[in-house]
């Protein structure tokens, strides 16, 4: 597939995805999301991908939804809009599909549909410029593509209220401070970080990281019990493979391991 709306770039067992609208500030429309989806595709089926980097092109991570369509979009029945939007929902459901870690390097603005996708990813970085805010709600509308899904199993109920009901755009250190990103860099070393933390997970050991995805998301949704069963399926999965044998043999012989990512 042609990309036209994103860059897609492999290196070194990390893909980099980065949003290419920069004259929209990287809003998404639905072309975009189609080659976000493709993209997320590809990176799932690669065996030469063990960790993915999401970002955007210049000032902006996302600025979400493209507000030039928007109008159109008002005029669509309940019944076609509510397909249209679970049509396009499916972009945030590829972000948890793949079994691979996904670190979003939130270069500025992440707003709208932009904080949903920064949330949908596992690991997120925050340049000191990055901004967070699901403003639906200045527009008098409901949040989508995840955000009301995300942000109170992230931040608390308490604090994903106010965020929702206000629509307020928060910066980089109280995104912080709540827990909404694992940790602020400035704005030079942001890129680098992320593909720093990309390159040591993708170059581990690949089926103990993508079953552990797995189990970090089905355990926000199960009982302790379901937990336990699930961490002993996974466990003894990665105990056949040759990465958990080289794991043990590397402690035995006091070295660091050396995985192959099977």
Known sequence: MEYKNIIYQVENRVACLTFNRPDVLNAVNAEMMAEIQHAL???RYDEGVGALTVTGAERAFSAGGDVKTMPERL???PVDRRANIRKSSRMITAFQQ???PVIAAVNGAAVGAGCSIAMACDIRLASEKARFGLVFVKRGLHPDMGGSYFLPRIVGTGRACEMIFTGKIIDAQEADRIGLVNRVVAPEKLMDEARTLAEEIANGPAVAIGISKVAIYKGLESDLEAALDYEAFAQSICSQT?????????FLEGR?????GR
Request: charged fraction near 50%.
């Open 242 to 250: 040759e990465d958990a044998k080289e794991g043990v043999q590397s």
């Open 256 to 260: 660091e391991p050396v995985f192959k």
């Open 75 to 77: 005029k669509m029945n």
């Open 41 to 43: 595709e590809d990176a």
């Open 98 to 100: 793949i079994e691979k």
